[in-house]
């Protein structure tokens, strides 16, 4: 039912900036947090960033905080990353979902995933 699209994502020069954004329908994903998550050839899925329901609070993954911002707009159903200052290691397909939360110590989402948006970062 939850339907997910992830746009934005490119190819970028080290030290470059990229927004993507992520629209949600299908439930009330407005009332829940959201996040991004990315996945890079050969590793397991990781959580990057994450927004409260109403924006108020931001989380972030340690190797981006301070270079990432994560935002929402829930008169649109749609959040959005902000990537500043990027680096090789950046490269991921990245992935937005809705209710994260932690379990066990670690960021998860709903079981359902969108397709993705590929972010390539170069020198």
């Known amino acids: 039912q939850v339907q997910l699209v992830e746009s934005g994502g490119g190819l970028v020069q080290v030290g470059g900036s990229l927004r993507l954004s992520c629209a949600a329908s299908?439930?009330?994903?407005?009332?829940?947090?959201m996040g991004w998550f990315r996945q890079a050839p050969g590793k397991e899925r990781e959580f990057v960033a994450a927004?409260?329901?109403?924006?108020?609070?931001?989380y972030y993954s340690d190797s981006v905080e301070g270079r990432f911002t994560i935002s929402r707009d829930n008169a649109k159903d749609t959040i959005y990353l902000q990537m500043s200052s990027l680096k090789p290691e950046d490269t991921a397909v990245y992935y937005c979902?809705?209710?994260?939360?932690?379990?066990?110590?670690?960021?998860?989402?709903?079981?359902?995933w969108g397709q993705g948006t590929q972010v390539t970062v170069s020198s």
């Open positions: 979902n809705g209710d994260v939360r932690t379990v066990l110590g670690d960021y998860v989402g709903m079981d359902i």
């Open positions: 299908g439930l009330t994903v407005r009332s829940y947090a």
């Open positions: 927004v409260s329901w109403n924006g108020d609070n931001t």
